[in-house]
């Protein structure tokens, strides 16, 4: 049993990769815009047009949506719903899961029809799931993960902003 | 534990509030949100029932600016008190930094206190943790009403503490909040660690961010 949930940490040559396959993706499926969000609702990745939203509500809500609808595929007997799709008059979503501990969410428009973002879709969570699955198999180290000083820095902050 | 994003330089904590059917978890969030400047919070969202009982979870994000370059951020997160909705209290805890479980003081309350903190102890086990290793705090709400009970008998019910296996962990720790009061100490040959406490009043504020202080506090020492 470990201490809580499992850290794992993001650098700079993931992102870049990340964003690689994410602007590949928008590129051939004439989606809007792409976000990855994990599985405890934070936001990891952002691709395309900036979202008009608040991103942060929008991660936790994702990730509540997709693991409330786990359950109810679990409910059905099936081991999960890989993919979710959300229609609107206007804007659509599709979901799907990367690794199972991310979720890759696609926002689109009628500039693009539910096929074209499905099938471009499959790849695009396979290249994910590879990358992925690397970043989370990766040996952590013991070393600390902020420098010195982050932790005097971050109570003194915090005593600002709840109250000293 | 939390992700540390090197790419956006962002750390993200998630604190989940756990506790009884209408203890005051969402009130504790409602009064940061109203409380902390505008600038340092984001949206609430509440997924609640007509009647105002939290459905799924209430979030608020509190950001805590940039400290040695790093911004960081505290999600704060309810559960549903009631226990049928146990399925969406559990799915709330993945990926939780930190808890605070707050206690209803009133003493007709204890059996659904009891019942909230055995649930919370499944739910972690069942994804894998261990509250006794996480940053942990409880907090006693409600404690101006006529029918609070009194701390001594709500900490026996809800905090007698656990065994410290742990040699390095063995030895005294005072209570910085209660003098003459301990988190660790020695009992009947054994070695016993309790949570911290806080008192609470949260309709009025009283104790909301003393408990949230020090949780946070808690937290962000987890990432050194």
């Known amino acids: 049993m470990t201490s809580g949930a499992s850290s794992w940490s993001f650098g700079e040559e993931d992102a870049r990769r990340i964003d690689g396959i994410l602007t590949g993706f928008l590129r051939e499926s004439s989606a809007r815009t792409a976000l990855i969000v994990d599985r405890t609702g934070q936001l990891v990745a952002t691709a395309g047009e900036p979202p008009a939203f608040d991103p942060t509500a929008f991660a936790s809500l994702t990730a509540a949506d997709f693991s409330a609808n786990d359950q109810l595929a679990r409910m059905l007997g099936e081991p999960e719903f890989g993919a979710l799709f959300h229609q609107g008059e206007r804007e659509s979503m599709y979901l799907a899961d990367i690794a199972r501990r991310v979720i890759l969410v696609v926002l689109f428009d009628n500039r693009t029809t539910l096929g074209l973002v499905k099938l471009r879709v499959r790849a695009t969570v396979q290249d994910l799931t590879k990358v992925f699955t690397e970043m989370f198999g990766r040996t952590r180290t013991d070393a600390p993960r902020v420098e010195s000083g982050f932790l005097g820095d971050a109570e003194d902050e915090i005593d600002k902003l709840f109250g000293a | ?224």
């Open chain 2, 1 to 224: 534990m939390s992700m540390i994003n090197y790419a956006s330089r962002e750390i993200n904590c998630k604190l989940v509030y756990y506790g009884p059917g209408l203890g005051g978890k969402t009130t504790n969030l409602e009064f940061v949100y109203n409380k902390v400047a505008p600038g340092s919070r984001g949206k609430m969202i509440s997924l609640a029932t007509e009647t105002e009982r939290t459905l799924f979870f209430d979030f608020l994000p509190v950001d805590l600016g940039t400290i040695r370059g790093f911004k960081v951020k505290f999600h704060l997160y309810t559960v549903p008190g009631q226990v049928y909705y146990n399925a969406s209290r559990k799915l709330i805890l993945k990926g939780v930094d930190g808890v605070v479980f707050v206690a209803d003081s009133q003493l007709e309350r204890m059996e659904a206190n009891i019942e909230a903190m055995q649930n919370l102890y499944d739910n972690m086990a069942q994804h894998g943790y261990d509250l006794t290793r996480l940053p942990f705090a409880i907090q006693y709400n409600k404690r101006d009403l006529p029918n609070a009970a009194p701390i001594a008998e709500l900490q026996a019910a809800l905090n007698p503490g656990w065994v410290v296996e742990d040699p390095a962990r063995q030895r005294v720790l005072a209570d910085a909040e209660h003098p003459g009061e301990f988190l660790v100490s020695q009992q009947d040959g054994q070695w016993i660690e309790r949570a911290p406490y806080y008192e609470a009043v949260a309709v009025t504020g009283e104790g909301v961010f003393d408990t949230l202080k020090a949780i946070s506090k808690t937290v962000v020492k987890t990432l050194g």
